[in-house]
């Protein structure tokens, strides 16, 4: 089994920037893909940014050239740097990985979601 740890959502005026964490343990082979979603309320999930392992960053065209996504590897763990924040990006943001279990199961896991409040 794979626990996501997802931390530093919170409130924040427009303008400003948070970091997202999200760590990943139990029995992991190799992270294949990490990743953020979000979801506002009344509105389905939606895919915000994600890194293959060995290829490039894929982000939602409303969050080029603000969010940044990245990883250590070492730590199991995926970032999510957000600047420039709008009222529009406030959602619950959710964690997702997928990954190659020490005896060769794949699966894809969700964090339980932190909450990302932007005021105007």
């Known amino acids: 089994q794979v626990q996501l740890v997802e931390s530093g959502g919170g409130l924040v005026q427009a303008g400003g920037s948070l970091r997202l964490s999200c760590a990943a343990s139990?029995?992991?082979?190799?992270?294949?893909?990490m990743g953020w979603y979000r979801q506002a309320p009344g509105k389905q999930r939606e895919l915000v940014a994600t890194?293959?392992?060995?290829?490039?960053?894929n982000y939602a065209d409303s969050v080029k050239g603000r969010f940044t996504i990245s990883k250590d590897n070492a730590k199991n763990t995926v970032y999510l740097q957000m600047n420039s924040l709008k009222p529009e990006d406030t959602a619950i943001y959710y964690c997702?990985?997928?990954?190659?279990?020490?005896?060769?199961?794949?699966?894809?896991?969700w964090g339980q979601g932190t909450q990302v409040t932007v005021s105007s």
């Open positions: 997702n990985v997928d990954i190659i279990t020490t005896v060769g199961v794949r699966q894809r896991s």
């Open positions: 139990g029995s992991i082979l190799r992270m294949n893909t």
């Open positions: 890194v293959i392992s060995g290829g490039s960053p």
